[in-house]
């Protein structure tokens, strides 16, 4: 009897769920906000509907109203298929999203199919430009260039003896394995390479290990918790080799993790995030956000994903359309150095972000984050 | 008391044979995620819900399946349907050069022993094990099955293989529940001492549980690796063992259809709860101890097996 | 030489942690035959209410960092220790008669609402504890460096194991507990308040589970949403290797294992610790099948 009525149930939320086809455009959004990388999606998710609201408040694209659908896809790909299969029923025209490359890819086929357009927002992985997909997009950098400037940075720091941690995440270990690469071209000395397990709160053992090793520097690929963490514990065993981050270190809660002096000194790569930037977009979106959220924006990825939504809301503008020919058209070959809330974008044939984005950042001695010339 | 149980099963399939014509993609995926989980939970009962086995490593072997299969296929182009019984076996003979030394292990022992299995396949794919597993990103390209040269592709398609597959499930496992293996795992789950006693050689009984449970899940994987196309680590984790878990013991141990109710329950109604964004898996939470505290042994759980009065002496021995 | 001190202190403080943890998992499960499940939950809990505590009142104005400890320490576990007694009210006592994986699944039940709960209320980001309340100073041991707080975080643990021991072999209530742990209908035929002795142990044991959390979080510094399904696995893998329902075995398996963690990523593999260690279980639990302290009895499941 159960199941008949909740295969009656099934079908009585499809039919309701359908029904629902109005007038305001209707982009998705793929995060996950549940699961082991749920504060990137909430984060996400703030930004997007904070953009939406704004945008909304402001008129909309050309006067329609612009509506945000959110579909958790939990961190995991099974999850992800289906929540692409959620959002593909849902008539939307473009979706932001999502985190981690192999969920993205999980969902790729199905918006493909779908001919719905996707702008990933922190899926690194090479290969998912790479497959000729028309209506894939992505805000985030791909491994190797992130590779290049991690091996450049730690060229031009002229250090001997290198040490690589990363911590197993499919961005982390792409990053690491594209500047290790590199630096064993270069003929560079590897003295260490391994990867920690992400939330564990105590790395001593490791920092030990590493310690004996004896490396000019650390170059730690992985995230801003751990990162936080591996600079505490590191003062507290006297240990001052210099490390340096990637840009999923670049998160303010980094320094209130390590304290401001462990923390000072430590660098990091990272595409610019809206504090830095003096555009009148960027400092519209933090006046915005913080009056919002009282807070600071999280991890560079959750503003990749705003500007994922930038993107599209525009292409839709300039274009007057709802054509998605004409708007993956717009957003590759004619929007050149669109201002982002990560620095200018544009967009290749491919799908991948265009032009130099990195920069190199140093935490300075109040615990503040100093973008270096 | 008339017996309706078969109208209700009849209906049942009638509606889920006619599902895929009324409803969209989304919940046909949803119900094929619903009849995956169900296979790998009819797995699972045999280990935990007959044979009494507290086994929370059941993803390891899930994952083997899916791994072989999508190892073997972007490496030789073998076609995906072809390597199910390859992806069977090599969970099978998995499992059984594991479960080997642990079967003996009691209650609790054995459950943190096999969630260290599904924590070891675990790391042991993420940190790329012989360069072959493709570490966090996983393996993708995994190319879509065919039958008679008809490719399966929408979720229609694949609604109709998996729960295809779950019915030949659900056949086999009932001959195999009241044969005399299935009554000498219960046996053997009620009272193992006595089974013992009794002549039952329990450790052989418990393995060929175990190596049964594994290739089946061994053959799940491979259709979850054929659905998806890419499979990554997170697929497989301990959480993934922790849901088969629950899906057995919220149906009722033992009983298929209850497995089957647990699995709608389970991977269904996060599902339904979709509308509640971030709080779905909050009430998810409370919902399962709601259900576990008003049907305290599951939901249907099985019926105590009876037997036509004996009209004549002797019968099978296990019993 | 001194890499391995290093690392053994390394080991044992991380399995000071892990070893309180396991320490309620084992009374409960000595009890009740229940794995609780959502107990790295109230860990979790634990670590965030000492933080919203330690804000709320702004306890460091007005006293030092040892008074500050203490009467965080007194406050977490008492909440803590109604949130476990509304638990067990709530989710086990009607799956007691019930067979025992029942309430395992009541348990994960709680475990997703607790964890999702915490996400909801504190938001899913690391929440941080304040910097400047314990101390900083390093103390030479044998030639090894250790942080002072270390050493303490060790010293407390084993305190309160200690307490504990003697709080089950030395008082009534404790020798109540126990006759309820051997056989629960007896006891009862005994006149012991069998539902009360049960009340106690999910006060005691998600007490300390709070305590641990708060420690975990003036320690580390950072805490988050989702630490007490790993805090939690771990303690469950020492109060196992130790022999469930063991006091001192919970006790030397949490030590162990976090030894164990630390010479795995020593001398073998870090991004394999983890396997390392459940490798180490494995091979343990193959030669002593009921964990290390664990009775050998033909125990009947």
Redesign the interface.
Known sequence: MKKMLLLVLLIGLLTVGSALAADPIRIGLMAPLTGAWASEGQDMKQIVELLAEDLNAAGGINGRQVRVIIADDGGDPRTAALAAQRLSTQNILAVIGTYGSAVTEASQGIYDEAGIIQVANGSTAIRLTEKGNPYFLRTCPRDDEQGLVGFKALKDGGFKAIAILHDNSSYAKGLADETRALLQKDGANIVFFDALTPQQNDYTAILTRMRAANPDVVFFTGYYGEAGLLLRQKMEMNWTVPFIGGDATNNPDLVKIAGPTAAAGYRFLSPPVPQDLDTPEAKAFMASYRNKYNAEPGSVWAVLAGDGFRVITKAIEATDSTDRDKIVAYLKNEMQDFPGLTGEISFDEKGDRVGDLYRVYEVNAEGKFVMLP | MKDYRPVVYAAFCVLLLLAPFFLNAYWVDVLNNVGLYAILGLSLNIILGHAGLFHMGHAAFYAMGAYTTAIINTTYQIPVLWLMPISGLVAGVLALVIARPIIHLRGDYLLIVTIGLVEITRIALVNNIFGITGGSNGIFGISRPEIFGFRIRRPEHFFFLIWGFAAVTVFLFHRLENSRFGRALNYLREDETAAEGSGINTAHYKLIAFVVGAVWAGMAGNIFAAKMTIIAPESFNFWESVILFMIVLLGGRGSIPGVILGAFLIAGLPELFRQFASARMLIFGAIMIAMMIFRTEGILPPRPRRYPAPASGGGEGAS | MD?FL??LT??L??GSIYALIALGYTMV?GVLKL?NFAHGDLFAIGAYLGLTLLTAFGLTRFLGPLGVVIVLALMVMGLVAVVGAVLER??YR??R???R??????A??????????L??IY????K?YP?DILP?N?VSLLGV?V?LVRLLVLLTSVLMMVALYLFIQKTRIGTAIRAAAIDQRAAKLMGINVDRVIMIVFLIGPALGGAAGLM?GLY???I????GW?YG?KA??AA?LGG?GNIPGAMVGGLLLGVI??MG??YL???????IT??V??AI??VR???LLGERV????
């Open positions: 890499f290093q690392q390394n080991g403080a991380v499960y794995i709530v989710a009607p799956l008669q019930a067979h994986l029942s309430a395992v699944v009541s994960m039940g709680a475990s997703i609402f607790f964890q999702n709960a996400m909801l938001g899913a980001r690391y941080v910097h900083k390093v460096e942080p975990v580390y510094g950072q988050n949403f989702t630490m790993m696995l469950f893998t196992i469930i963690e630390a990523a020593a593999s870090i991004a394999w610790k983890d396997a459940f490798i279980l494995i639990l193959i099948p009921t964990g033909a125990e009947k499941v």
